[in-house]
């Protein structure tokens, strides 16, 4: 809303969002690591380490314009097993060529004594980017929701779209109370945008496939600073992170862990209305599975089986599935990380954190999860002037990188 209202100071924008507040998705402070992500992950030139580039320099603006709290932890990308250095490598000339110019590859030893003493000694060697912070997710939320108040936007809460519909004077919205002609509507609804884009006939080639992602935090203080990384090795399995708690305990994740829900807000008013939800949406999850069976071409189908069949498939799955149900496997994995002779971790020293469901698009034709951002514009049978711009992309960076995916969404408006 911000970066339209700028473009067009005079146009009439409305948000429409389904939960009493805003940033009640995945946006949720406790449904994501919260990790200023600097460009080391993106490939250079790809809209998302644009976007990226541009959106961590203006929420890192925000924070200290609007007086919210911003930690400067830094990021160490922990080489932890055989083979890593390679990935060290790749990272430092993404991030150099997405202008962090101070990524710099430093030694165990290093890292240790300048940037994180608690980090392995198993650890020969690691990617060390300074400016990477953690941010207050609640907090911009707010703030942004008054501006929107403040610079003449309409923010319309509780309002579930049901239905669109194309009718001669525009798009034809109906939310449970009202209805609202639109002439150009940017679908940004997280994890349910492909159902919204398929309410007007598109989303015929995507879906969204929705993957949780839990956290553990520590029971004690302990006084952890960097967010320390491992590789992502095996897309879409993440490795560990251990990150400094504001508290400061740290915690740790997020895990990969197959969910039939697409949210985690939990805003529902009794214990049947719940139970209906989640019944409601592991239904039309399921009821989804043949038509995206049969839309997807040979090529696409065995990875997407793959999916499908929960992480069984593979070696790296296997093991997010069994750190999804046993904590001490959990521990296992971060020790990797953390010094074993100055914290050594066991199940008990942990309690279950939280979790946020991953928005991983997947391309039905290829049955490829989607990397890059991805948009897709689907026309008007009536009147060829009103745009519908869906976002197929809502995962990761996409906090960080959303002024400048804004930007991008909708540089055709
Ligand atoms: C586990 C995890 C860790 C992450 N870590 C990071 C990180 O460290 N750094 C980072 O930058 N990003 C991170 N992300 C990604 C980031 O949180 C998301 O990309 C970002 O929050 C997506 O924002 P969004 O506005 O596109 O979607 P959302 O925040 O999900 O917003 C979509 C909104 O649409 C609303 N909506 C849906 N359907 C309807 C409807 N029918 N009618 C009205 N409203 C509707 C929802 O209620 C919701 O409020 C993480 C995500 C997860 C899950």
Known sequence: MRVLGEKHPNAKIMLLEKEPSLGQGTSRSDH????????????????KATAANEGFRWLQNYHHEKGLPIRNVGKIIAASMPGDDLFLQKYQRQATA?????????????????YEPLLS?????????????????????????KDIECTGGILKTNHTVLGIKAI?????????????????????????????A??????????????????????????????????????????????????????????????????????ETSLPQSIFKKLYEAADNIIGLPRDLIALSANGLVPNLQFYAGMG?????????????????FARDAQRLINRDLLELKASDFSPLRSGIRAQAIDLLTGKVLQ?????????PLKPSCRFISDKMPGSPGFTASVGKARWMTESV
């Open 313 to 329: 498939a593979k070696k790296d799955g296997r093991a997010e599935v069994w750190k999804h149900l046993n904590i001490a496997a």
């Open 168 to 196: 001669s004077e525009g798009w034809l919205v109906r939310t449970q109370k009202a209805e609202f002609i639109a002439q150009y509507i940017i679908n940004s609804a997280g994890t349910h945008a492909d159902r919204i």
């Open 121 to 145: 000694k198993t650890i020969t060697a690691g990617l060390y980017l300074p400016e990477a912070y953690l941010f207050d997710a609640d907090g911009v939320m707010k703030a942004m929701a």
């Open 98 to 114: 997405n202008g962090q110019k101070s990524a710099v590859i430093l030694s165990g030893d290093e890292l240790r004594g300048k």
């Open 32 to 47: 994501n690591t919260g990790t200023g992500h600097t460009g080391a992950f993106y490939a250079p030139g790809s809209a």
């Open 198 to 267: 398929r309410m007007i006939g598109g989303a015929k080639t995507w879906k969204i496939m929705p993957v949780m992602g839990s956290y553990v935090e520590l029971n004690k203080v302990v006084d952890w600073r960097t967010a320390v990384y491992e590789p992502t090795r095996n897309p879409p399995f993440l490795g560990v992170h251990v990150m400094p708690g504001i508290t400061g305990k740290p915690f740790m994740g997020p895990d990969v862990f197959f969910s039939p829900l697409r949210e985690r807000s939990g805003n």
């Open 372 to 380: 890059d951002l991805a948009k897709e514009e689907t026309p008007h």
